[in-house]
Antibody
């Protein structure tokens, strides 16, 4: 069955960096566009970034543009999010999700806390 | 930028009742690009409806979606105990690429 497993979250100081990973299994990863979507505690969903199946197209929310970088390694069935210059408002559960026009499969999320 | 507004914010109903959730867009949205998700506490969102009216794999037929243009609706024909959750609509567009509505919480009356 389809599985998406995020890792790499944790506590980081403002201005710090983290790299999130998402390991995919149970489907042909290289055929699917992928996204990172986050949810601050007690809040709604916010799309963060998108990458096409081959990795040539990348999009970012304005709130993270210039600070976050999405990438993927289709040989390793993995998706990544490099997060730099982190701010308190980046604190959230980060989900990876598959799909082009909608997100049909989601991981369980990894918690990122930005605090001094 | 397309903004999605969901109403009501909270819907208090009893099991067996019908739930009607609204999602309104600030500009016209292609029906192909409108989706609905269910999220329960401590869980990831689950895709319910895509293309405004197509049920995702394994979704019971008590869930249905409709609408076009700027007005979309998610209907749960008869609420089951497991349906009490938060529901989000989402659109795929240009910038930002994806937008979510703020959510409607369906809770037990």
């Amino acid at each position: 069955q389809v599985q998406l497993v995020e890792s790499g979250g944790g506590l980081v100081k403002p201005g710090g960096s983290l790299r999130l990973s998402c390991a995919a299994s149970g489907f042909t990863f290289s055929d699917y566009s992928m996204s990172w979507i986050r949810q601050a505690p007690g809040k709604g969903l916010e799309w963060v970034s998108y990458i096409s199946s081959g990795g040539s197209t990348k999009n970012y929310a304005d709130s993270v543009k210039g600070r976050f970088t999405i990438s993927r390694d289709n040989a390793k069935n993995s998706l990544y999010l490099q997060m730099n210059s982190l701010r308190a408002e980046d604190s959230a559960v980060y989900y990876c999700a598959s799909g082009s026009y909608y997100n049909d499969y989601w991981g369980q999320g990894t918690l990122v806390t930005v605090s001094s | 930028e397309i903004v999605l507004t969901q109403s009501p914010g909270t819907l208090s109903l009893s099991p067996g009742e019908r739930a009607t959730l609204s999602c309104r867009a600030s500009q016209s949205v292609s029906s192909s690009y409108l989706a609905w998700y269910q999220q329960k506490p401590g869980q990831a969102p689950r895709l319910l409806i895509y293309g405004a009216s197509s049920r995702a794999t394994g979704i019971p037929d008590r869930f249905s979606g409709s609408g076009s243009g700027t007005d979309f609706t998610l209907t749960i024909s008869r609420l089951e105990p497991e349906d009490f959750a938060v529901y989000y609509c989402q659109q795929y567009g240009s910038s930002p690429l994806f937008t979510f509505g703020p959510g409607t919480k369906v809770d037990v009356k």
